[in-house]
């Protein structure tokens, strides 16, 4: 295989892990679907290096290597699973390796995000969901689903404006507090801690904590840590931000 192909191998097994770990993805899912692209391209094997902040790569019995800095990270299953399948599209030779390059492309410039008020929705749906689930009571059904939703939104647009994903969640919570303590003492909620329970779940880093324990079970300890680290942090601002506001009003 000429140079020029083996730098395009390196370009689409790059830019699809890139996208990947920008979505997300675990560390063990990145490396199977690079290598399995390198594979597929002449049977090469690929050497890779993958952080959450970074992603190296190289192919075995080649000087070159090829590396890439990750910058913005959100959950995007949709993306990994887009790539998954056009990366099994691949292996049985339904595109070429320019066809692959150039989906990926158009991936990678996809901008789907849900709008503001199916967010609002989602949330709301989530916190009333969880509170009952957890024993509430029927009739802060609404009232939970409001908060919910309105602390969600708080949280996605403070992330925005300040940039700093802790620090909003922070807010979101310290606002969750506030809400359902006052709504309580006004006489509009019943079980306040059910309620603050229930609206603060979509806040909650599950898919973070999920993907931390699968990265330790396939032995990458690094990324498996540094993403249990991000999750336990993640939690403590939740509950810090709702203790706050209990020793603000007792």
Not at 65 to 90: F, T
Not at 155 to 165: A, M, P
Request: aromatic share 10%; glycine share 8%.
């Amino acid at each position: 295989m000429a140079t020029v192909d083996i730098e395009k191998v390196l370009e689409t097994c790059l830019l699809a892990g890139k996208i990947m770990l920008e979505s997300d993805a675990e560390m063990y899912r990145v490396e199977d679907t690079m290598s399995r692209i390198a594979l597929a391209s002449g049977d090469y094997r690929l050497v890779s290096y993958v952080t959450q902040t970074g992603l190296f790569v190289g192919l075995d019995g080649t000087s070159t290597i090829r590396m890439v800095q990750i910058l913005n990270r959100s959950i995007n299953l949709e993306k990994v699973s887009n790539i998954n399948q056009l990366s099994r599209e691949y292996v049985m030779g339904d595109y070429t390796l320019d066809e692959l390059l150039t989906k990926l492309k158009e991936l990678e410039q996809e901008r789907k995000f849900f709008p503001l008020w199916l967010r609002f929705i989602s949330a709301a749906v989530v916190s009333g969901t969880i509170m009952i689930l957890f024993g509430g009571v029927w009739s802060d059904l609404f009232l939970t689903c409001l908060i919910g939703g309105l602390g969600y939104i708080l949280y996605y647009s403070s992330l925005k404006v300040l940039r700093i994903k802790f620090l909003s969640e922070f807010l979101a919570a310290f606002f969750i507090g506030c809400a359902a303590l006052l709504s309580s003492q006004l006489g509009l909620g019943i079980n306040q801690d059910m309620i603050i329970i229930g609206c603060v779940m979509p806040l909650v880093p599950g898919v973070q904590m999920t993907n931390a324990l699968r990265d330790l079970l396939a032995g990458h300890y690094l990324s498996g840590v540094s993403r249990g680290t991000e999750a336990m942090m993640t939690a403590s601002m939740i509950g810090f931000a709702i203790a706050f506001v209990f020793q603000l009003f007792y």
